[in-house]
């Protein structure tokens, strides 16, 4: 997201400079979600998926690339 314009905007880019590998399993949001760097500054204001909170359920999913499709990894 080029040159955001608003402050959640400017987290969600940062969020997702940070933590985004496309080739893990989960969306950018679901793995920013599961981001456990609990020292960062916007740790309290990432972004989570929409729908839902994760459980730590969900998330132990999202590290072993498991959530969804039948145990095999998310794409994006």
């Given at each position: 997201m080029?040159?955001?314009?608003?402050r959640?905007?400017?987290i969600?880019?940062?969020?997702?400079?940070?933590?985004?590998?496309?080739?893990?399993?989960?969306?950018w949001?679901?793995?920013?979600?599961?981001?456990?760097?609990?020292?960062?500054?916007?740790?309290?204001?990432r972004?989570?998926?929409?729908?839902r909170?994760?459980?730590?359920?969900?998330?132990?999913k999202?590290?072993?690339?498991?959530?969804?499709?039948?145990?095999?990894p998310?794409?994006?």
């Open positions: 080029p040159n955001p314009t608003t959640s905007e400017a969600s880019a940062k969020c997702r400079d940070c933590i985004y590998d496309p080739g893990a399993a989960g969306t949001r679901q793995q920013v979600a599961a981001c456990e760097s609990g020292n960062c500054p916007l740790f309290d204001f972004p989570c998926p929409p729908k909170k994760l459980t730590s359920a969900d998330l132990q999202l590290r072993e690339g498991t959530e969804g499709h039948g145990g095999a998310i794409a994006d």
